[in-house]
């Protein structure tokens, strides 16, 4: 059987079209393209349909990696109000055209300025694999989230908006074009009033991470790729200027040899960087993360070697780097 892959749990596979179904004791994966070797199971990607499942007595006792992963699309759980958790007690949407909700085999119309709402512990959502997917029947429109709140206000999505049952309540997906996503990231992670190239940096790092966070596979469990919680998605409007970025930067990522760069960003350094092992990488693997003080000559501050002397440095108001001015340059 194939079809896209919705969730990944410990026991079990949800496919569009099938529903959950269980795996074996002996479950193997083989990436089957290229140089056939065995996988594993964490290299199912959710939200896409480029792997094959054999089925024995109902249970599925292999997956095939068939194609290869091209990130055309992220899978985003939506954080609640305040960003505290990624589950939430009621979610409302409502769009300017009618929306097209589907559960299961059943399909029903939301007319255009009316509301949709799920409460927590809808029975139409008690089993495991059942979730609304709702979708507006114009694909250029953008869903409203009205039981959201961001910093522009109540926040839109475009694609299709997934909700969900889980014990600790409803989780909100949204399914959507990597580049359109991007257009939502940019302006959240950086003014668009910023130089263009560095907003289209920031696109590229923002592309780059994405693609990593859709590899890691990290949601599949709940059948997403990323949260809110990592990048700061759609809290402000884009704007012509960070569409650009996204646009005249369509594809790009960062690679160190044939793996995709640790892209990590930040609003304000502490006028040093780390290198990777603050991350608990081995250093070895990525060396392009490197410990420099953020000043015309990007020298290393050999002296910072321990606790007592990164105090001294870190209480030290004088020391003049690119952020020096910066509000959050020095804690009080």
């Known amino acids: 059987i194939e079809g896209e892959v919705l969730a990944v749990w410990e026991n079990a596979i949800e496919i569009e079209g099938y529903g959950n179904v269980a795996i074996t004791d002996d479950f193997k994966v083989y990436k089957t393209y290229g140089t056939v070797k065995e996988a594993r199971k964490k290299d199912i990607l959710v939200g896409y349909d ?11 006792c292999a997956a095939l990696l068939v194609k290869s992963f091209d990130a055309r699309n992220i899978r985003v759980l939506l954080m609640d109000t305040g960003f505290k958790s990624i589950f939430h007690d009621t979610v409302t949407l409502k769009c300017q055209v009618p929306m097209k909700v589907t559960l299961d085999d059943y399909e029903f119309t939301v007319e255009a300025g009316e509301k949709f709402t799920i409460f927590d512990g809808d029975e139409r959502l008690r089993r495991a694999d059942r979730r609304f997917i709702v979708e507006p029947e114009d694909p250029t429109q953008s869903i409203y989230v009205t039981t959201l709140e961001r910093g522009q206000g109540t926040p839109a999505y475009q694609g299709s908006l997934e909700i969900s049952q889980e014990k600790e309540g409803l989780l909100l997906l949204n399914d959507l074009d990597v580049e359109d996503y991007l257009t939502k990231v940019v302006p959240s992670e950086m003014p668009s009033s910023y130089e ?15 693609y990593r966070q859709i590899k890691a596979n990290a949601y599949s469990r709940y059948g997403a790729h990323d949260s809110t919680n990592y990048q700061v998605y759609n809290n402000t409007v884009s704007s012509e200027r960070t569409d650009a970025a996204v646009k005249e930067t369509c594809g790009q990522m960062v690679f160190y040899g044939d793996k995709a760069a640790e892209t990590y960003y930040f609003s304000t350094s502490c006028g040093h960087t780390t290198d990777g092992t603050i991350w608990g990488a081995d250093q070895s693997a990525v060396p392009y993360l490197k410990g420099v003080a953020l000043t015309d000559g990007r020298t290393v501050m050999k002296e910072l070697k321990d606790n007592d002397s990164f105090e001294t440095f870190i209480k030290d108001k004088k020391v003049k780097t690119y952020d020096s001015s910066f509000p959050m340059y020095r804690w009080e």
């Open 50 to 60: 480029i792997q094959k499942f054999v089925v024995e007595d109902k249970r599925i």
């Open 196 to 210: 263009m190239e560095a907003l289209k940096a920031q696109a590229v790092c923002a592309r780059t991470y994405a």
